[in-house]
């Protein structure tokens, strides 16, 4: 039989990337994870971790430990949830989204989801998919609003995620310009004719993807500022120092900012939810029915708040 705590311990050490790393987030000494780890391979026969002077990395057999553990913790997370339901007589649910994603498209589902369950401790987690979806895998959260940028979705049918991915849409980044901008009235913009601009970063994956658009472009990027939050790229935007790219259910409420389409190619977010393939005991049914109402919701196009949003011709 496999320790349980042996299991943690590889997981730590896996998140961690070293003993010394490990130790001190458990409470242990490195010593003591050291004796862990090998005690782990000695009753499987097998090397779990490769040691190196750079630190540990897993083997084949520690990565299917490890991906075996985060399922086992999520079992338990679920029994104990269970057990707590018996004692409070009450059903916790936990929606993790990403901010714009949230912003956007929870509000009126989450109303009539509540509406319909009041008996249900809504609790919600502002994550983005790079946290959302371990929080899922972990037992930590029910389901995910989350989203991915151009190429395969997070989890597909039969793979080893351990998550299912419902798609709700297409979100597409479009290019936010100042409504004097001599080019806001533009229907379409080729990301070459913005080679002189300067830019405002709105987060740090669009960044990415930007440069990876701007040198199949033909251009570097003038980058002006690199912000984290989409709404305070835009007031930088709606100030003149700079123009952005915005995904399109993330541009502003301003009246003074023009949302244009780029012209293939051009990028855009997958939107989706993600739920656990275990089964997730009483808050299946939450699972299902908040599901149901996200797969019926329609992303925001056209116009959102006060800013103009122009149509792809």
């Not at 994870?33 to 084949?60: C, H, K, N, P």
């Not at 985060?70 to 649910?93: K, P, Y």
């Not at 609790?123 to 959302?132: F, K, V």
């Not at 389409?261 to 997730?280: C, D, K, N, Q």
Request: some cysteine.
């Amino acid at each position: 039989m496999i320790d349980v705590q042996r299991l943690r311990v590889l997981s730590e050490v896996a998140r961690c990337g070293s003993f010394n790393r490990a130790a001190a987030a458990l409470g242990f000494t490195p010593s003591a994870v050291s004796q862990q780890i090998a005690a782990l391979e000695r009753r499987l026969g097998v090397l779990v971790v490769e040691r190196s002077t750079r630190g540990v990395t897993l083997t084949e057999p520690g990565r299917m430990l490890v991906e075996t553990a985060v399922a086992i913790a999520a079992e338990l997370t679920d029994v104990q949830e269970r057990i707590d339901r018996h004692v409070q007589d009450d059903v916790r649910f936990t929606v993790a989204t990403f901010a714009s994603g949230g912003r956007r498209l929870l509000p009126s589902p989450l109303a009539r989801f509540t509406a319909a369950h009041p008996q249900v401790e809504l609790t919600i987690l502002e994550r983005e998919p790079e946290e959302s979806l371990p929080l899922l895998r972990e037992g930590r959260a029910d389901i995910a609003l989350a989203y991915h940028f151009d190429g395969p979705p997070p989890a597909r049918p039969g793979d080893r995620s351990a998550l299912d991915w419902t798609p709700l849409g297409v979100d597409p980044l479009r290019v936010v310009l100042p409504r004097a901008h001599p080019r806001a009235g533009r229907t379409s913009l080729h990301l070459a004719e913005l080679a002189g601009e300067r830019w405002v970063l709105g987060c740090l994956k669009t960044a990415d993807l930007l440069r990876d658009y701007a040198t199949l472009a033909g251009f570097e990027l003038r980058i002006c500022c690199s912000a984290t939050d989409y709404m305070f790229a835009q007031s930088l935007v709606g100030a003149g120092i700079g123009i952005a790219l915005i995904p399109e259910i993330a541009v502003a409420d301003a009246p003074d900012l023009v949302a244009v389409p780029l012209e293939p190619p051009s990028p855009s977010r997958h939107i989706g939810v993600a739920t656990a393939r275990r089964h997730r005991g009483a808050a299946q049914p939450y699972v299902e029915a908040l599901l149901r109402l996200l797969a019926g919701t329609d992303l925001p196009a056209g116009h959102l708040g006060g800013a103009e949003v122009i149509p792809s011709q």
